[in-house]
């Protein structure tokens, strides 16, 4: 199981026991469904409650798009993207864009921007390919999603013939309402649901990650199983000190109360940058509001280091970092030894690239620590779809109760529609009349 280790986390113990209370109502209000935002608390026991027929259904579906498709185009935002592109990423060789022989299809993301450019390259390059599409989308009406899926599936039924088309066009939406779900059931598209208890960025467990992850070719029967493991052991009737969950929600808090507004989440492998993205969007989403939150940043060392780096040791103190860290890369590649030794670096041959990593690792927490910076530290020992189940889950109910030991309702967003009413009314979209009305006074 992953671990967590908050020795270096610059706060007294006292100060994290504080929140004991506090997280046991939590947990409990989680459990009993009696917290705010009770209706999408589908998640909790979601790892545990998928069955392995529901593991076949979407495999299954997965293998058609496999069969029929050299690229498949993920379409969708926020919590309908950013769980399927993390996982990928972190279980996909680095290269795969550049060393793919055809025996997967590449997998493609859309729906997530409104870059004109970035959809034009995109439909360009799909011209000679062939393509499907996985349509997420909760709501289905969300604008970005929908623009890219218009595109998108014109140009699929226009290369493919609008009867193929259907076969690797797939739905995931809701069960009765939004356009995404009026265009499946007409035009005959498979199709699968996501729980109407079950928030966006909570949703990577549904068939919005799932579905897009198994058409990777990852193994999703052992990503469930991890996340149902860590559900085990983060449960209400596991004690305060044992509890993962308790334990970040309660030290992220503690931290906070005591000035440090800004949580970073760090990294010492590239491939987890989206899962930094996917952190990024729950802590976010979840927190952010009624004028109170840590605000989530991320960071990808040792990269960043040579540019955030000098912030972090020297700049504001109101920063802690949590560093996510691998303990066994998937490859080994040793350092050669070089007679000539022009670049001095003889005094790593033979040692592991990872070795160079783990030590960069090590001294840089060192460095902050002295430099101020609290330091919490995820241990994982493998970048598989098994640890990452449980990653997955462990942020996920650590920041339910970490939402609510901040007295905000963690499974609502109600912040995100400030600027959809806005862009809505500058277009002129039927029903905003009064809005763009008062817009345009303002202009
Ligand atoms: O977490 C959330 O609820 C949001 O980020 C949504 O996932 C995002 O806005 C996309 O919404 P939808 O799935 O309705 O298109």
Redesign the pocket.
Same mark, same amino acid.
């Given at each position: 199981m992953i671990k967590l280790d908050i020795t270096k986390a610059l706060i007294s113990a006292d100060k994290i026991a504080a929140f004991e209370c506090k997280v046991a109502e939590a947990q409990k209000a989680l459990e009993e469904g009696t917290c705010a935002g009770n209706d999408f608390l589908g998640w909790l026991h979601l790892p545990s409650s998928i069955t392995p027929e529901f593991i076949a259904e979407i495999q299954a579906c997965a293998n058609t798009l496999r069969e029929m498709c050299d690229t498949v185009i993920v379409a969708?935002? =926020?919590?309908?993207?950013?769980g399927a592109r993390a996982v990928i990423e972190a279980l996909s060789n680095s290269f795969q864009w550049l060393t793919n022989k055809g025996e997967t299809p590449n997998i493609l993301f859309a729906g997530n921007n409104i870059g004109e450019d970035y959809l034009y390259e995109l439909t360009t390059y799909l011209k000679d390919k062939k393509f499907g599409v996985i349509n %997420? #989308?909760? #709501? =289905?009406?969300?604008t970005?999603?929908a623009l890219a899926f218009r595109l998108l599936k014109k140009q699929c039924e226009e290369q493919r013939g609008k009867e193929e088309a259907r076969k690797v066009i797939v739905a995931v939406?809701d069960a009765k309402k939004?356009a995404?779900r009026t265009t499946a059931d007409k035009e005959g598209y498979t199709s699968f649901i %996501?729980p109407d208890n079950v &928030? &966006?960025?909570? #949703?990577v467990l549904t068939p919005?990650g799932l579905l897009p992850i198994a058409v990777a070719g990852f193994d999703i029967a052992a990503l469930v199983k991890g996340a149902a493991d860590m559900e085990a052991q983060t449960g209400i009737d596991v004690p305060f000190t044992e509890n993962m969950c308790a334990q970040y929600a309660a030290t992220r808090n503690a931290l906070y109360a005591d000035g440090k507004k800004i949580e970073i989440l760090v990294n010492y492998q590239p491939k987890l940058h989206f899962m930094s993205e996917w952190w990024k @969007?729950?802590y976010g989403?979840s927190e952010g509001k009624d004028g109170k939150g840590i605000f989530p940043a991320s960071v990808d060392f040792t990269t960043d280091l040579h540019s955030m780096g000098q912030w972090i040791q020297e700049g504001e103190r109101t920063i802690f970092e949590t560093v996510v860290s691998i303990a066994t890369p998937e490859h080994t590649l040793l350092f050669p030894s070089d007679e000539e030794n022009l670049d001095g670096l003889n005094f790593l041959a033979g040692k592991r690239v990872d070795e160079v990593n783990k030590n960069a690792e090590l001294g840089t927490q060192l460095a902050h620590v002295d430099g101020g910076v609290p330091n919490m530290r995820i241990l994982v020992d493998r970048l598989d779809e098994y640890h990452l189940g449980q990653l997955i889950y462990f942020f996920e109910r650590a920041c339910g109760i970490s939402g609510l030991l901040i007295d905000v309702n963690p499974f609502n @967003?109600p912040g995100?529609e400030a600027y959809k009413k806005n862009m809505f009314a500058l277009l002129g979209k039927p029903g905003y009349e009064k809005e763009t009305e008062a817009i345009k006074a303002r202009l």
């Amino acid at each position: 199981m992953i671990k967590l280790d908050i020795t270096k986390a610059l706060i007294s113990a006292d100060k994290i026991a504080a929140f004991e209370c506090k997280v046991a109502e939590a947990q409990k209000a989680l459990e009993e469904g009696t917290c705010a935002g009770n209706d999408f608390l589908g998640w909790l026991h979601l790892p545990s409650s998928i069955t392995p027929e529901f593991i076949a259904e979407i495999q299954a579906c997965a293998n058609t798009l496999r069969e029929m498709c050299d690229t498949v185009i993920v379409a969708g935002i =926020g919590g309908s993207y950013l769980g399927a592109r993390a996982v990928i990423e972190a279980l996909s060789n680095s290269f795969q864009w550049l060393t793919n022989k055809g025996e997967t299809p590449n997998i493609l993301f859309a729906g997530n921007n409104i870059g004109e450019d970035y959809l034009y390259e995109l439909t360009t390059y799909l011209k000679d390919k062939k393509f499907g599409v996985i349509n %997420i #989308s909760k #709501s =289905g009406t969300t604008t970005e999603t929908a623009l890219a899926f218009r595109l998108l599936k014109k140009q699929c039924e226009e290369q493919r013939g609008k009867e193929e088309a259907r076969k690797v066009i797939v739905a995931v939406t809701d069960a009765k309402k939004g356009a995404a779900r009026t265009t499946a059931d007409k035009e005959g598209y498979t199709s699968f649901i %996501i729980p109407d208890n079950v &928030g &966006g960025r909570f #949703s990577v467990l549904t068939p919005v990650g799932l579905l897009p992850i198994a058409v990777a070719g990852f193994d999703i029967a052992a990503l469930v199983k991890g996340a149902a493991d860590m559900e085990a052991q983060t449960g209400i009737d596991v004690p305060f000190t044992e509890n993962m969950c308790a334990q970040y929600a309660a030290t992220r808090n503690a931290l906070y109360a005591d000035g440090k507004k800004i949580e970073i989440l760090v990294n010492y492998q590239p491939k987890l940058h989206f899962m930094s993205e996917w952190w990024k @969007q729950l802590y976010g989403e979840s927190e952010g509001k009624d004028g109170k939150g840590i605000f989530p940043a991320s960071v990808d060392f040792t990269t960043d280091l040579h540019s955030m780096g000098q912030w972090i040791q020297e700049g504001e103190r109101t920063i802690f970092e949590t560093v996510v860290s691998i303990a066994t890369p998937e490859h080994t590649l040793l350092f050669p030894s070089d007679e000539e030794n022009l670049d001095g670096l003889n005094f790593l041959a033979g040692k592991r690239v990872d070795e160079v990593n783990k030590n960069a690792e090590l001294g840089t927490q060192l460095a902050h620590v002295d430099g101020g910076v609290p330091n919490m530290r995820i241990l994982v020992d493998r970048l598989d779809e098994y640890h990452l189940g449980q990653l997955i889950y462990f942020f996920e109910r650590a920041c339910g109760i970490s939402g609510l030991l901040i007295d905000v309702n963690p499974f609502n @967003q109600p912040g995100v529609e400030a600027y959809k009413k806005n862009m809505f009314a500058l277009l002129g979209k039927p029903g905003y009349e009064k809005e763009t009305e008062a817009i345009k006074a303002r202009l």
